[in-house]
């Protein structure tokens, strides 16, 4: 059974999401680049990537949008759909890396009869900030 979608008349500004923790593998990063057709050698290869003086295979930074898609649509529920998003990669993380995301909601609209969510969503490595999105989730009729 599905869980219901949240009520966009409930939510208010600074209202957070809740934190998800993920750790991608190597196996999860050729998965991910076979999926996309992302065949750098960075994105898979060890040996090349350490060859290349980083300390092991780079998570692809489109990743980073579907871990935000994946938690904005997650917290909205199955009747929302993320209408934009507009993400910034600030820095780089590997395999093995514990990656949170968090966010926030910024503003609740209605544009159009429709409510509209934004959020702002980060995905921090420890203290570092890797990843920054700022979405739009269409919640339903107001």
Avoid: N
Wanted: hydrophobic share 45%; aromatic share 8%; charged share 20%.
């Amino acid at each position: 059974m599905l869980r219901p979608s949240l009520d966009p008349s409930q939510l208010r500004p600074g209202d957070a999401l809740p934190e998800q923790a993920h750790t991608f593998t190597e196996v999860d990063l050729v998965a991910y680049g076979a999926a996309t057709w992302d065949w750098h050698r960075l994105h898979y290869d060890k040996a090349h990537a350490q060859s290349k003086q980083l300390p092991g295979v780079l998570i692809d930074g489109q990743a980073f949008g579907a871990v935000f898609a994946r938690e904005a649509m997650r917290w909205a529920g199955p009747q929302a759909f993320i209408q934009r998003m507009a993400l910034k990669m600030k820095s780089m993380a590997f395999a093995g890396d514990h990656l949170v995301a968090r966010g926030q909601v910024m503003a609740i609209d209605a544009p159009a009869g429709h409510w509209v969510v934004h959020i702002d969503q980060q995905l921090m490595c420890g203290e570092r900030l890797v990843a920054q999105a700022m979405s739009e989730i269409r919640m339903g009729k107001a």
